[in-house]
T-cell receptor
């Protein structure tokens, strides 16, 4: 039990649709990062939010966007879904001066695009 | 181009024996590394870390070794237990100290 909760756990969308994934961070953590884990691969960094501002971004197109709210929870939005967006989406919460053992991952949201 | 590589997609080990999981990286600027363990239907959980100022870090049954000149690290699990069966990810903190670059993972199966 990490204290990081993600919703929904599984969902199926059609190509071209839009999706919103949600993450509630561990209490006391002000930083949220999102990762995409495709089948057979390691998690790939999408972006990070710190105090409601984007604070770093990986190699993902602009149709991947996010928000962080005053309570530090976060959303990942993906527009114009493509088949290759099918993956496990992981949220990780941490404090800004994090080290590995203060980063907690949620269980992830499985997205299938058909 | 993968900056963190785990060249063995899977590994099977007998219970009680040593498990050795390997990881190579290409970016010499990486200076902090972690191992994560992931069970099916769960998020990754932190296992052990090592800073580049060390060449070894030990925590119970888990030891991580870092060879900076070879850009190689390894995770040793002794003795291996069936509950260790999971996917193990090696990760390096990126150059900006913001987020982690993960390897593709190695699936460890510990056989009773």
């Amino acid at each position: 039990e990490t204290g990081v909760t993600q919703s929904p756990t599984h969902l199926i969308k059609t190509r071209g649709q839009q999706v919103t994934l949600r993450c509630s961070s561990q209490s006391g953590h002000n930083t949220v990062s999102w990762y995409q884990q495709a089948l057979g691969q390691g998690p790939q960094f999408i972006f990070q939010y710190y105090r409601e501002e984007e604070n770093g971004r990986g190699n993902f197109p602009p149709r991947f966007s996010g928000l962080q709210f005053p309570n530090y929870s976060s959303e990942l939005n993906v527009n114009a879904l493509e088949l290759d967006d099918s993956a496990l989406y992981l949220c990780a919460s941490s404090t800004k001066d994090r080290v590995g053992n203060t980063i907690y991952f949620g269980e992830g949201s499985w997205l299938t695009v058909v | 181009d993968q900056q963190v590589k785990q060249n063995s997609p899977s590994l099977s080990v007998q219970e009680g024996r040593i498990s050795i999981l390997n990881c190579d990286y290409t970016n010499s600027m990486f200076d902090y590394f972690l191992w994560y363990k992931k069970y099916p239907a769960e998020g990754p959980t932190f296992l052990i870390s090592i800073s580049s100022i060390k060449d070894k870090n030990e925590d119970g049954r888990f030891t991580v070794f870092l060879n900076k000149s070879a850009k190689h690290l390894s995770l040793h699990i002794v003795p291996s237990q069936p509950g260790d069966s999971a996917v193990y990810f090696c990760a390096a903190l990126d150059n900006y100290g913001q987020n982690f670059v993960f390897g593709p993972g190695t699936r460890l199966s510990v056989l009773p």
